[in-house]
């Protein structure tokens, strides 16, 4: 079904990895583009109207006015969610309810509500803002509510380090901008290994787009992501019950149409053995991470989630082989002078594609201040175990030059 010349607004924050895939996306679907924003630069000489996401009443209005009806809202990334979702309840597209945005831009909602549907999780305490942290047990995770991209996340294991966990956050939290009255949230550590599940949502069942390994399953004592890798190598029946319970955790936030993107530990503790629910977030995979998913005719993640917006059936075929994506964490703080090695990091035999994001000359920062990698190396193999090797070999090729 073609979807040329159909109208589309899409909503970008100033700071995203996202923008220019989303565009691209839509150039190549030959759709008619408004980008509604609070700063981003003009992108494909599409008209731009500004919207607030702070201020989502005021953006409904001047949309209405100022661009009119549209087939579609798409937010490019989790900034503006709540504002697809309020814009697409006015203008009666189908989608989220803005109510299961929030529940889903929130972790302490979701660990209420997954409570209460008996959803697999850890156990966990929310902390107000003016309360004192007590201990659930040792070892622990602490995060703020709010955050992504791992940006605040800690492991605690004994009083003092709950103590120093909870005040790094609240600075953390405090530089972040109207953010210091925020609770906090514990949670039990799992032990295990890390999955995320991406896929998008009708009537709130579930197709899987994506089901990436985390070999560098981290472990504190912070928690940035580096590795992924898909197809998984789990147990199909593993697969089954980590994808069914994402579902549940969706539907629990009122989740039932769009992207999600959801992040798992199988537990192994003994004598349990079972998949728990970490995150759950109503958006795509971040960073440029979406770079290394393949679909049948060349199709991107971001055309079919375009695709789906508009209410056109899509096909989630994949080409044979893996592929996988190795995250570039910032090491220290400081500022980067250079990247060296990148020639020899792309000839690795594998690799697609070696992308770096921050600027020279910027001053950088790692987690949990930091809310940045330093870039994406992209591969594709065989099987999942080659493309693990190439990552790790381009890795190593790469020398970040930080002072």
């Known amino acids: 079904m073609s979807v040329k010349g159909r109208r589309v607004l899409l909503l970008v924050p100033p700071v995203t990895y996202r923008a220019t895939d989303f565009v691209l996306a839509a150039n190549r679907l030959e759709l008619d583009v408004v980008i509604g924003s609070n700063g981003a630069l003009p992108l494909g000489g599409n008209p731009v109207v500004r919207v607030d996401p702070i201020d989502i009443e005021a953006s409904v209005r001047r949309v209405l006015a ?63 803002a003016d309360a004192v942290a007590r201990s659930i047990g040792f070892p622990c995770v602490v995060k703020p509510v709010s955050l992504s991209a791992s940006r605040g996340v800690l492991r605690a294991d004994d009083e003092a380090g709950l103590s120093a966990a909870v ?80 579902e549940q955790a969706a539907r629990a936030l009122g989740l039932g149409r769009g992207p999600i993107h959801a992040e798992l530990r199988i537990d192994r503790r003994p004598g349990i053995a079972r998949p728990v629910m970490l995150e759950l977030a109503a958006r795509s995979i971040g960073g440029l991470c979406s770079r290394s998913l393949r679909f049948l005719g060349g199709t991107s993640l971001e055309m079919l989630i375009l695709l789906d917006a508009l209410g056109v059936a899509v096909d989630l075929g994949q080409p044979p ?83």
């Not at 002078?337 to 770096?356: H, M, P």
């Open 167 to 246: 005040s790094e956050i609240r600075a953390i939290l405090a530089e972040a901008g109207g953010a210091e009255g925020q609770a906090i949230l514990l949670e039990e550590y799992v032990p295990g290994w890390e999955l995320s599940i991406d896929g998008l949502l009708t009537n709130g069942t579930l197709a899987v787009t994506a089901i990436f390994d985390k070999p560098d399953t981290p472990d504190g004592p912070t928690f940035e992501e580096t590795l992924l890798v898909t197809p998984s190598r789990l147990p199909a029946p593993t697969l089954a019950a980590a994808t069914a319970l994402a």
């Open 66 to 128: 100022t661009v009119g009806a549209v087939d579609a809202v798409v937010a490019v990334d989790a900034d503006m969610l709540p504002l697809a979702a309020r814009l697409g309840a006015v203008l009666g597209l189908a989608g989220n309810s803005p109510e299961s945005v929030a529940a889903a831009n929130d972790k302490a909602t979701q660990r209420r509500l997954w409570l209460a549907a008996g959803v697999a999780q850890p156990r966990f305490q929310i902390v107000p």
């Open 321 to 403: 082989g893996a592929s996988g994506v190795l995250m570039l964490p910032v090491e220290r703080d400081g500022v980067l002078q250079a990247v060296e090695g990148q020639a020899e990091a792309r000839a690795v035999a594998g690799i697609t594609g070696l992308s770096i994001t921050i600027p020279l000359g910027q001053a950088v920062r790692p987690l949990p201040r930091g809310d940045r990698y330093l870039g994406f190396i992209f591969a594709e193999a065989r099987d999942a175990d080659a493309v693990e090797a190439a990552l790790r070999c381009a890795r190593d090729r790469l020398r970040p030059v930080i002072v």
